[in-house]
């Protein structure tokens, strides 16, 4: 008689958890838009959700310490003119968020430290250059001020942000609709997936074709297409009979798939998120109530199902922390920040552990927020790696990377810095009014004094 022998892994374990009620986002009204985009961002100080909004887009940004209900009268981040369909956190400063929009343009927004006490309708730039709707973000891993955006226009651009100019256009590569568009490690390749069924690995700087794969998945719905750690791509799609699969390439050839799998026969596109330290991958699908996770490793049938975390409610959203804003000492792999109707709820996933002491095999070093190369450097062909930093003291919060504006190249920019300057203006004549006002307090106070002695 034949044992099934089961596989080893310190990831077999893995179980998420909801937080409690109290922890959570409550009375956020989540964006209705009917985009297969995350609708969330996090890092370690801000969560970021789209929200609906009438006569144009808004996003809400609030500090990951403010939970509980969120008051109606919460200020909003509003200065597109049509929906916004996506947003992302700069790796390298946990107080720029981009975001692109229905109204063609993609905005750079600067949130100052606690989070917005007024509405902020000015971005720090403003990038125009699709001539359709924006829906894919994403910032360059190891350079610094670099983003790609693509948009129904099926045009794939790459910004240098600091100068507010589009450096590189990949116009003529995608003939129809762009459904995901990723960096790997180091930021010296792109995986697009599209309407045409086609997988492409790209060179970013000169917009060529490296590889291409036709008919990754042979279903009409969306593929997304996402780097591993060490060059391959991990894929999610849709076969003929509309079963979700997933699949491993590998890019060097791409003729057959080093796995293929068939999960369910749900409809949601199934969004993935891939932890290089730990070679995780979660599958969150869009109207869900489930995220899915997989080991993937060099041994065939190289990637496998670890387990789900299930719940009640379905998701309109997902977000997902950065291993830095993560607890360690709780022995916490990962966190996602799911989005429902009106909440916005925190799950944790966490390796269940008996010693409270620092695990390095489940926290190697990890990538940090520090860039490697600057934008210009990185435009001209210098490639860096990913700088690492060790999570056993938990993660020092460092002076984050300064964003400058080239303001004589922007003129977008001179609104929100003249507002600024303002500022400074009143709040010096403020204090002004402030001290000669207790000077005549005093002055009034020793007449009325030498008065009373008369």
Not at 50 to 68: E, H, M
Not at 87 to 115: K, L, Q, R, T, Y
């Amino acid at each position: 008689m034949s044992r099934k022998v089961v596989r080893a892994s310190k990831f077999r374990h893995v179980f998420g958890q909801a937080v409690k009620t109290d922890q959570c986002y409550d009375d956020i009204r989540i964006s209705q838009m009917t985009w297969d985009s995350n609708f969330c961002s996090v890092n370690p100080k801000f969560v970021a959700m789209i929200v609906d909004a009438s006569g144009g887009g808004a996003f809400i940004v609030l500090p990951l310490s403010k939970t509980g209900r969120i008051d109606m009268s919460q200020p909003t981040v509003n200065g597109h003119t049509g929906p916004v369909l996506e947003i992302e956190f700069c790796p390298h400063n946990d107080n720029i968020i981009a975001s692109g929009s229905e109204d063609c343009s993609v905005m750079i927004w600067e949130i100052p430290d606690g989070g917005l006490v007024t509405p902020l309708k000015d971005p720090v730039v403003k990038l125009e250059g699709h001539s359709k709707r924006v829906g894919i973000l994403s910032w360059h891993p190891t350079a610094h001020n670099v983003l790609m955006s693509a948009g129904c226009d099926n045009v794939v651009i790459l910004w240098n942000v600091a100068c507010g100019e589009a450096v590189v256009r990949i116009d003529e590569v995608h003939p129809d609709l762009i459904y995901s568009a990723c960096w790997n490690r180091d930021g010296s390749r792109i995986a697009t997936s599209c309407k045409d069924k086609k997988l492409r690995v790209l060179d970013p700087r000169k917009g060529t074709v490296i590889a291409e794969k036709d008919k990754a998945h042979d279903g009409s719905r969306p593929i997304r297409a996402v780097f591993m750690a060490d060059g391959k791509i991990f894929s999610t799609g849709f076969s003929r009979m509309s079963e979700r699969q997933v699949a491993l390439w590998d890019p060097t050839s791409f003729g057959e798939p080093l796995t293929l799998q068939e999960l369910d026969t749900s409809s949601g596109v199934l969004l993935p998120f891939y932890d290089p330290d730990t070679g995780v991958v979660y599958l969150c699908g869009k109207g869900d109530s489930s995220i899915r996770y997989f080991e993937v490793t060099d041994e065939a049938p190289y990637v496998h199902y670890l387990s789900m975390y299930s719940s009640k409610d379905s998701q309109k959203g997902m977000g997902y922390m950065p291993k830095r804003g993560l607890e360690v000492n709780k022995c916490e792999i990962a966190r996602f920040y799911k989005l429902h109707e009106r909440k916005c709820e925190p799950i944790v996933m966490t390796v269940p552990r008996k010693s409270d002491l620092f695990q390095d095999d489940l926290f190697p070093d990890t990538i940090g927020p520090e860039p490697s190369v600057e934008a210009n450097e990185w435009f001209d062909g210098k490639d860096g790696q990913p700088i690492l930093i060790s999570l056993k003291d938990g993660f020092v919060v460092t002076k984050p990377k300064e964003f400058k504006v080239n303001k004589s190249l922007l003129k977008t920019t001179s609104s929100s810095v003249g507002y600024q300057q303002n500022n400074n203006e009143v709040q010096a004549l403020q204090e002004e009014v402030k001290t000669l006002k207790e000077a005549v307090e005093e002055l009034t106070k020793r007449v009325s004094e030498l008065e009373s002695k008369n």
